[in-house]
């Protein structure tokens, strides 16, 4: 059985719901955590995917769907509290707080933060970081510098399983390492997150000749998108947890019996990126529209389309894992290859004596 150290997974990762009053201060409480990471989309209307974080500050904007440089707008996100975070709306700018529109809001935690110089190639950049090695998790702020090799510590003390990249001041792709997508140092693999497109081998992304992702740093390429010269770009790095998180690989049946998809936990949010074909980012949580399987409302992360509500991706949560519910090639194409992200809502079982066996929905 699946033991995990995280009791109340909860306190790291929770999707948080609310909607939207027009106000001029409009405070989401109920979140569980002082969020480091906050990812909202409107369920309601074509609005960009808006990602903020704590390490580039509040008021700092990037899109998960567009190349778009980070934009300031301390008409959106302007605080992020112990309970949740803070909004504001002015004028036109109410796409994270329209009045009665709904939105969704998924929120992860880091919080010992520091800063230091980057290694390997090239000249070293300051970066900055928040980081929770509990939960696996670190935000990083670096600057780049053009050079391949260039590595980028990552604070987790274990090998990151995947990483987000954005370039911040150029708009290029938005590039993401899963260790699932990678094939060899010739062909390293990459996705975009801003793209329905297959894995791509650029070696340029992560390394130009040989790839370096070990507990301490991963590297860099000569890539705009991950490492121009003197430009300021983020990077969010990810490792398994036991109970909490899971970043894995499975192949599609074609059916509407689908694959089952072990995590060892009960999923609250699941996304997942076809690797050998076109696909959607199809991502989906515990918390729309209700308690009950199947879950059938979905998000594209590379579209600003609002919330889809068909059955294109059916899933049953279950308590050790999910389980694909429609034959849809997003996510179920006969022989294709799925990679995926999940986090937990509760531990199959947590450490002993500190929790109780999960339940299905």
């Given at each position: 059985m699946a033991y995990s150290s995280i009791v109340k997974p909860s306190v790291y990762f929770n999707t948080r719901l609310y909607t939207g009053n027009g106000s001029t201060q409009h405070s989401i409480t109920g979140v569980g955590l002082q969020p480091d990471l906050t990812w909202i989309k409107s369920r309601?209307?074509?609005?960009?995917?808006?990602?903020?974080?704590?390490?580039?500050?509040?008021g700092k904007q990037i899109y998960s769907n567009a190349t778009s440089v980070e934009a300031t707008n301390m008409n959106n996100l302007y605080a992020f509290n112990a309970d949740g975070f803070s909004l504001a709306q002015s004028g036109n700018d109410d796409v994270t707080n329209k009045n009665n529109s709904n939105f969704v809001s998924w929120n992860w935690k880091a919080g010992t933060t520091g800063s230091g110089t980057t290694t390997g190639s090239g000249t070293g950049k300051a970066y900055t970081y928040s980081v929770n090695t509990t939960a696996g998790f670190s935000i990083i702020g670096y600057k780049g510098n053009g050079t391949a090799g260039h590595t980028i510590p990552h604070h987790l003390g274990v090998t990151p399983d995947t990483i987000i990249v954005k370039n911040r001041d150029y708009a290029r792709n938005w590039s993401v390492y899963h260790k699932n997508a990678f094939t060899s140092q010739a062909a390293p693999g990459v996705l975009y997150l801003n793209t329905t497109a297959a894995k791509a081998n650029d070696t340029n992304v992560w390394g130009n000749s040989s790839v370096t992702i070990n507990s301490t740093v991963f590297s860099l390429g000569d890539y705009e998108g991950t490492n121009r010269n003197d430009d300021?770009?983020?990077?969010?790095?990810?490792?398994?947890?036991?109970?909490?998180?899971?970043?894995?690989?499975?192949?599609?049946?074609?059916?509407?019996d689908g694959p089952f998809v072990y995590t060892g936990f009960k999923p609250a949010f699941v996304m997942t990126k076809r690797t050998d074909g076109t696909s959607d980012w199809a991502m989906m949580d515990n918390k729309r529209p209700n308690e009950f399987n199947v879950v059938q409302n979905y998000f594209k992360a590379q579209s600003s389309d609002a919330e889809q509500t068909d059955d294109s991706?059916?899933?049953?949560?279950?308590?050790?894992?999910?389980?694909?519910?429609y034959n849809n090639g997003n996510?179920?194409?006969?022989?294709?290859?799925?990679?995926?992200?999940?986090?937990a809502e509760e531990p199959l079982v947590a450490n002993v004596g500190a929790g109780v066996p999960a339940t299905a929905r």
């Open positions: 309601s209307d074509n609005y960009n995917h808006f990602l903020f974080d704590a390490v580039r500050g509040v300021d770009l983020v990077a969010y790095c990810f490792a398994e947890k036991k109970g909490y998180s899971k970043f894995g690989i499975y192949t599609g049946n074609g059916n509407a991706f059916n899933i049953d949560i279950l308590s050790n894992g999910w389980k694909a519910r996510y179920n194409a006969d022989g294709g290859s799925y990679v995926y992200w999940a986090f």
